[in-house]
């Protein structure tokens, strides 16, 4: 069964600051690889979602995710993020119809 | 058009009572999931529907757990005798394609279950 590991459980950054979240699954098979986000009161919406191809991944609001198969590795970054930001930030695997969770990171950004 | 809908958002139950949580997916969606969030924690698969067949409860917790999608749309999650431990957001999502191993899963905001 694949996991889901997210490095950082709480961030806290400024507006304006660079976000970076960790997140690193184990599977040995191929997988397809998203990014989950839940802003307060909402509900969990689709960031961006990884399955062949180009391992730079761009997704809405800005957000990118750069696939490193040799690290097992799906890391989320945001150049230069808003106080909308705020929110609940997931990954997820998928290596057959059901998603694995990582148990994820909350970011809250500061005006 | 209209996302996954959930009723009831939040249900408080004795315990030892039984529960009913409803979804009601995106119309045309032939693939539904179940998930269940305890607190701090990421959504945990449940069970899976492709139409009205129940493809997979693996994730189902206990036999007091209960799914079902009869006629291939709405489906309802059955907990009976809940305990304090199922105290948590459940989550339904669907997803258009039968093969969704490639497809995009859509969630509902949630049933927040609290058992006293």
């Known amino acids: 069964a694949q996991s889901v590991s997210q490095h950082n459980h709480h961030v806290i950054l400024s507006e304006a600051a660079s976000l970076e979240l960790g997140c690193n699954y184990s599977?040995?098979?191929?997988?397809?690889l998203f990014w989950y986000v839940q802003y307060p009161g909402q509900h969990l919406q689709l960031l961006l979602k990884?399955?062949?191809?180009?391992?730079l991944v761009k997704g809405i609001k800005g957000f990118e995710a750069e696939f490193i198969k040799s690290k097992f590795s799906f890391n989320l970054r945001k150049p230069s993020v808003q106080w909308s930001d705020t929110a609940e930030y997931f990954c997820a695997v998928n290596a057959q119809y059901k998603l694995s969770f990582g148990a994820g990171t909350t970011v809250t950004v500061r005006a | 058009g209209a996302g996954v809908s959930q009723s009831p958002r939040y249900k408080v139950a004795k315990r030892g009572q039984d529960v009913a949580l409803r979804c009601d997916p995106i119309s045309g969606h032939v693939s539904l999931f179940w998930y269940q969030q305890a607190l701090g924690q990421g959504p945990e698969f449940l069970t899976y529907f492709q139409n009205e067949a129940q493809l997979d409860k693996s994730g189902l917790p206990s036999d007091r757990f209960f799914a079902e999608r009869p006629e291939g749309s709405v489906s309802t999650l059955k907990i009976q005798r809940t305990q304090q431990e199922d105290s948590a957001v459940y989550l339904c999502?669907?997803?258009?394609?039968?093969?969704?191993?490639?497809?995009?899963?859509?969630f509902g905001p949630g049933t927040r279950l609290t058992v006293l």
């Open positions: 990884y399955f062949s191809g180009d391992p």
């Open positions: 599977y040995g098979g191929t997988v397809n």
């Open positions: 999502a669907s997803s258009l394609v039968v093969d969704s191993f490639r497809d995009t899963q859509y």
